[in-house]
């Protein structure tokens, strides 16, 4: 009870700062992302430390980082000329992409070369591993946010014009910051109903080698709370969506939601560890709290870039 409680108590504090960040998106979001993904990376590399592994931890961060800002594109490349003057040569988005994936790789060799730490093989697979399981993972999610903000330029086919009033503009603010919490909300009832569905109903095994405690049950509970979830955001504050788009959301969270979970769980049991950290109260870690948002904003980036506003 007394861990219930602690649990509990945390989240009421927590829970409306990280919404408030979503709804204000930009920069506030891309920062609480940034922390989120630093401190997932830190714990990251304490489960392969205890592996003995020795990760390159500040290039993931930075690496991870730098990932995050490409989602950042239009902003970045409207606002920085802005402050500093023209001339600026930049970089189209696929470019930046590029130019990271390819200066981590030498960057990561090298390190590696110059530090002489034992198992630089498994240094550098940690390293490769953290910067695009964690950092990319995350980066969608400032993307997922920032998406909203490109339609800003590419208005087409949502309002059919070139020019947007100023009720249209907060109307795809609103979106970007409705899509996020609708997400958060729909990850944590999916989570909870798998708690409680499988401690009520649970009596088949849903992967014992990873997870002893979860069933078919509770996860079926929880994929059909992320379908409800989903579709009732549509209808209350994310109109843009249809009712197909919405139930497709709601099944990428209810199914690789839980798989992420079950990711990251394999890990720790590989680490031998509980919990990635301790760092939240009742929580465990940041790790353990993000590890179905990790998973599931990659998929949800491509399902909205590339077929929703397609």
């Known amino acids: 009870m007394s861990n219930t409680r602690t649990r509990v108590l945390f989240a009421v504090v927590a829970i409306p700062g990280v919404l408030v960040l979503a709804w204000l998106g930009g ?17 990251f590399a304490a489960l392969a430390r205890a592996k003995g592994a020795e990760p ?11 990932l995050l800002l490409v989602f950042m594109h239009e902003r970045l490349s409207a606002d920085i000329p ?33 530090r002489a730490r034992p198992s630089p093989l498994m240094n550098l ?15 969608c999610a400032v993307g997922i946010r920032e998406i909203f903000t490109v339609l800003e330029f590419h208005v087409g086919p949502i309002f059919g014009t070139a020019d947007l009033t100023a009720v249209q503009h907060a109307q795809l603010d609103s979106w970007g910051g409705f899509t996020i919490i609708a997400l958060l909300a729909t990850i944590w009832m999916c989570d909870t109903a798998a708690y409680f ?45 249809s009712l197909p788009e919405a139930l497709v959301i709601g099944a990428i969270v209810g199914a690789f939601g839980q798989l992420g979970d079950l990711v990251e769980s394999l890990l720790k049991r590989d680490a031998g560890v509980k919990d990635s950290s301790t760092l939240l109260p009742g929580h465990g870690g940041v790790f353990d709290r993000f590890d179905s948002f990790i998973f599931v904003s990659p998929i949800v980036f491509l399902y909205l870039d590339f077929v929703v506003f397609a």
């Open 197 to 241: 569905g499988g401690r009520a109903m649970g009596r088949h095994k849903l992967f014992p080698r990873v997870s002893p405690n979860k069933t078919w049950e509770g996860a079926v509970w929880g994929f059909a709370a992320a379908l409800a979830t989903m579709a009732a955001a549509k209808y209350i504050v994310l109109e843009y969506l």
């Open 82 to 114: 802005a402050l500093v003057g023209g001339g600026i040569p930049w970089p189209l988005q696929w470019q930046a992409f590029i130019w990271i994936l390819l200066l981590l790789m030498p960057a990561a060799l090298l390190v590696e070369l110059f």
């Open 27 to 43: 920069y506030a979001w891309a920062l609480f992302i940034a922390v989120v993904m630093s401190a997932a990376l830190m714990e």
């Open 125 to 139: 697979a940690v390293t490769v591993l953290g910067v695009l399981y964690i950092g990319l993972f995350l980066g």
């Open 56 to 66: 390159q931890t500040g290039l993931m961060i930075a690496a991870g980082i730098a």
